[in-house]
Nanobody
Framework: QVQLVESGGGLVQSGGSLRLSCAAS????????MGWFRQAVGKEREFVVA????????DYADSVKGRFTISRDNAKNTMYVQMNSLKPEDTAVYYC????????????????WGQGTQVTVSS
């Protein structure tokens, strides 16, 4: 049974930082590209960032480029996203997702999803 569990969300002031983690179990972690998506209240879920199986390739949405950094530790079956210079518009539930082989910006192409962690950025 595949499980993805996000952690690290919370309330932070504008300009602050958070580090989200996504712990995976029940799958061969190194065989999956991973991604972060987010959904704000009243909006559709959107792509944030993705990372290749090895971690050697990353893809960022323009809205977070230069502020967020994705990484993964295949030995620990865990993915991270370091979020700096947070803005109120970053407020959302953040989901991690796993896709066999290659990363993608399309949430439809991800096979497994976590339950999400809330990130709230106050102004």
């Amino acid at each position: 049974q595949v499980q993805l569990v996000e952690s690290g969300g919370g309330l932070v002031q504008s300009g602050g930082s958070l580090r989200l983690s996504c712990a995976a179990s029940g799958l061969t972690f190194g065989g999956y590209a991973m991604g972060w998506f987010r959904q704000a209240v009243g909006k559709e879920r959107e792509f944030v960032v993705a990372i290749s199986m090895s971690g050697g390739s990353t893809d960022y949405a323009d809205s977070v480029k230069g502020r967020f950094t994705i990484s993964r530790d295949n030995a620990k079956n865990t993915m991270y996203v370091q979020m700096n210079s947070l803005k109120p518009e970053d407020t959302a539930v953040y989901y991690c997702a796993a896709r066999r082989l290659r990363p993608s910006r399309s949430q439809l192409e991800y096979q497994y999803w976590g339950q999400g962690t809330q990130v709230t950025v106050s102004s």
